[in-house]
């Protein structure tokens, strides 16, 4: 059993966006993962992918509440549900993305933790009048957070796509994908190895996920 990323997200989003996103995410298939993509309105496509309840949630209810990663009812539902939860869900979100850090609300355009989810906000890509660098940047941003799903915190090197993010300036955004278009060798080998070792638990530990 290979590493698999789902890109799901809503039928209303555009299709060059979504087109976009996905071959951000589909940097990653050159460690061997496999990438594919679902809406978040079929259950079939939902079903078997990690917190999917809980992506198909914040992608449809649009309540503009802070994301909580903690969701523990969903998580524990995960447990125990009958079928296995093995993809990892990657979010695509048309409303802003609120996070509480530190008790404080930021807006972020995106964010992605280890192993667990990553979610892309359309949002503050809007402002980028230009379509081809609007495209140009959802596809370096979707790299940066589905990379985060095998690698977690930044790099320090000035032409990495693994830089810190910086949240919802659109003069950044822009800056961020013409310096930092890809990885670093360091993030490369890294990326690399953690696909290997959660490749190797899906198939030897049972309920890794
Ligand atoms: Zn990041
Ligand atoms: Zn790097």
Not at 48 to 55: M, T, W
Not at 162 to 170: E, L
Request: include cysteine.
């Amino acid at each position: 059993m290979k590493n698999h990323v789902r890109v799901i997200y809503d039928p209303s989003v555009a299709k060059d966006h979504t087109a976009a996103i996905l071959r951000g995410v589909k940097s990653l298939e050159r460690f061997g993962v496999l990438v594919d993509e679902g809406l978040a309105t079929e259950r079939t496509a939902v079903k078997p992918v990690r917190l999917g309840r809980y992506i198909r949630r914040i992608i449809e209810e649009r309540n503009g509440a802070p994301i909580d990663f903690k969701c523990w009812g969903i998580r524990l539902a995960d447990v125990f549900a009958a079928s296995p939860k093995d993809i990892l869900g990657f979010g695509v979100l048309e409303d802003p993305l609120l996070l509480e850090k530190d008790g404080k609300i930021e807006e972020s355009v995106g964010a992605g933790r280890f192993g667990d989810i990553a979610l892309l906000s359309l949002f503050r890509f809007m402002e980028i009048r230009n379509p081809q660098l609007r495209l140009k940047a959802l596809e370096t941003a979707a790299k940066h957070e589905a990379a985060h799903l095998f690698k977690a915190g930044h790099c320090t090197e000035p032409t990495c796509v693994m830089q810190p993010k910086p949240v919802v300036s659109k003069s950044v955004l822009v800056e961020s994908i013409l310096l930092r278009p890809d990885f670093c060798r360091d993030c490369e080998r890294e990326i690399n190895a953690k696909v290997s070792l959660r490749e190797y638990e899906l198939n030897h530990i049972s309920g890794a996920g």
